[in-house]
């Protein structure tokens, strides 16, 4: 069974046609035919991109989303891999959990669901979770996160740390100082006091992150930053990175394009963990991504269910979906104002972010022999985004009615289209 992708514009070279076969590339270069033709004339193809942060929802979370239902929006969205972080009910804190998410991901087979286990048994911040055999499963896990909480305890902290060395894994903290964010749900700020919404200082991530650095280097393990919001954070990892301490970063696009001055008609769907901040900090952010101090984007796609968001802005749930959007929000914030490329792309949705947690298949991607993950784009075309662009089971965009570019026309998981001519295919 072979595929052609004919005439694509891959990045940095000419147009031309690839060949699959079997699931991997088998030919670049002007190939004559196939069992089924692609066009892509006009298209760009992107390796398939990869989300080091998705909130799937299952088990216990299934009115939000599932790993079926999100692994749609994932596919819609142009990517081929999540992540899907631990904060399930019950948490991923054991092998059990872990193999049932690897496995449920594999039976809906439209991208790759990496699971993501938990750093403390039950998220609770008191006792290391199963890191060892969550490692040896059958996951193959190597991201650990308590997100949704900070792992705040210093010493379970560095312990963490010490664990995941030897087999290379990381743990990805969600950095929040519980004390300096009790009761906040927006930004620290004058329109929080005049509002009357409790106030999230800066310095309750910058704080942790600054923390989680010099344990990192102490111990010579890998931190990662999740969601970072801040101008302040910015500088923390500048520094951190100029020190040599091996600390990653992603920022979420949601983050790199919206202000807490969207929070002033108290709509809920703009309520996120951490809160949208300033102009100076999104303009932080960007600069952040073009010099590499924040290494990658990630989507932090958390579908919440309508009875979880339709309430008061201080009840509502924390969390925003962002697969469909992330890649058009990329070209707004990103390309369009010439922080990077559209090449750049490749690295900061794609090959980075597979790096940093440890799945394969993404170093060399669109050459012969590697596995076929290939998203086409075409990022000339614009359009008003709606809840038609969503594939996933919530609608907690943030991005509905705003005009966006980038369309994702096809995708090819492991040589097999998940997604043709914009609409996902389940079969
Ligand atoms: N980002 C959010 O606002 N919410 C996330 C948790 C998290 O990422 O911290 C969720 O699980 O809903
Ligand atoms: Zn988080
Ligand atoms: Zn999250």
Known sequence: MTTLIRGAQLLGAERTDVLIDDGI???????????????????IALPGLVDLHTH??????????????????????????VFAMANTAPVADTVAVVEQVADRGRAAGLVHVQPIGAVTVGLAGRELAEIGMMAASRARVRVFSDDGKCVFDPLLMRRALEYVKPFGGVIA?????????????MNDSALSGTLGLGGWPAVAEESIIARDALLAEQTGSRVHICHVSTAGSVDVLRWAKARGIAITAEVTPHHLMLTEELISGYDSVYKVNPPLRRDED?????????D??????????APHAPEQKLTSFGDAAFGMVGLESALPVVLRSLVEPGHIEVA???????????????????DKPLTVGAPANITLVDTSASRTFSADDLAGRSTNSPFIGVELPGTVEHVLFEGRATVREGLVIHD
């Open 56 to 81: 799937l929802r299952e088990p216990g979370g299934e009115q939000s989303e599932t790993i079926a239902t999100g692994s749609s929006a994932a596919a819609k969205g142009g990517f081929t891999a």
């Open 282 to 290: 999104v303009q932080a952010l960007r600069e952040a991504v073009a």
């Open 25 to 43: 590339i088998a030919e670049v270069g002007s190939v004559a035919r196939a069992d089924t033709v692609i066009d892509a004339d006009g298209l």
């Open 292 to 301: 590499g101090t924040i290494d990658i984007v990630a989507t932090d796609h």
């Open 344 to 362: 750049d792309i490749a690295r900061i949705l794609s090959s980075a972010p597979a790096a940093i947690g440890g799945i394969l298949g993404y």
């Open 173 to 185: 903290q969600h950095a929040q100082e519980p004390r300096l964010t009790e009761g906040a749900v």
